[in-house]
């Protein structure tokens, strides 16, 4: 089963969220996609893209590769979004 670009993108919000990746405390790209299975992995580095290209994801170069972290000036959209798809309350 596959899942939708609401779904993945909720998945690399939340997972940022929970984490507290936000603004300077970032974690490892390749972190994220970790606890889907892994036919659903390609969605959610695509919605990480997507997320990124949207700005609410910030990308941090760094010497071990490309640290990720959450856009603070988008947290309340990222917090609206996540509850108009129900994932949150």
Not at 59 to 76: E, I, Q, Y
Request: a positive charge; aromatic letters at 6%; hydrophobic letters at 35%.
């Amino acid at each position: 089963m596959s899942l939708t670009s609401q779904q993945a993108e909720a998945f690399v919000l939340l997972k940022l969220l929970h984490g507290r990746y936000v603004g300077g405390k970032h974690t490892h790209e390749r972190n994220i996609p970790k606890g889907v299975p892994s036919e659903d992995i390609p969605d959610v580095i695509s919605a990480l893209d997507r997320l990124r290209k949207m700005g609410w994801i910030i990308r941090k170069p760094t010497n071990d590769g490309v640290h990720v972290s959450l856009n603070p000036r988008v947290c309340g959209d990222a917090y609206r979004f996540l509850r108009s798809i129900g994932e949150i309350i």
